[in-house]
């Protein structure tokens, strides 16, 4: 069974930095993509960044030049290292497999850009 375990995540003032590790155990037979996800208070969840089987990466306008996404293979591991952090990066922050059978979400983590 899949499973993807975030940590990273605090509190921070802002431009500070944060470097956000999902992890994922368990056999994955394909791999598509990793994806992080944020959904801030009364807000949709949105896409921030992904990275795919072949290293191509995106980003959410808003976080381009910020944020970057990448993966550690050997370890299982996806990273979102987030710097100049600003209020409007507070949320919580979940990353997201997808795979050929399936994608598979980890519990999230929580992020807070405050003063």
């Known amino acids: 069974q899949v499973q993807l375990v975030e940590s990273g995540g605090g509190l921070v003032q802002p431009g500070g930095s944060l470097r956000l590790s999902c992890v994922q155990s368990?056999?994955?037979?394909?791999?598509?993509?990793m994806d992080w996800y944020r959904q801030a208070p009364g807000k949709e969840r949105e896409l921030v960044a992904f990275i795919t089987s072949d290293g191509t990466t995106n980003y959410l306008d808003s976080v381009k030049g910020r944020f970057t996404i990448s993966r550690d293979k050997a370890k299982n591991t996806v990273y979102l290292q987030m710097n100049n952090l600003s209020p409007d990066d507070t949320a919580v922050y979940s990353c997201?497999?997808?795979?050929?059978?399936?994608?598979?979400w980890g519990q999230g983590t929580q992020v807070t850009v405050s003063s």
């Open positions: 997201k497999v997808v795979t050929e059978t399936g994608d598979y």
């Open positions: 368990g056999s994955i037979f394909s791999f598509y993509a």
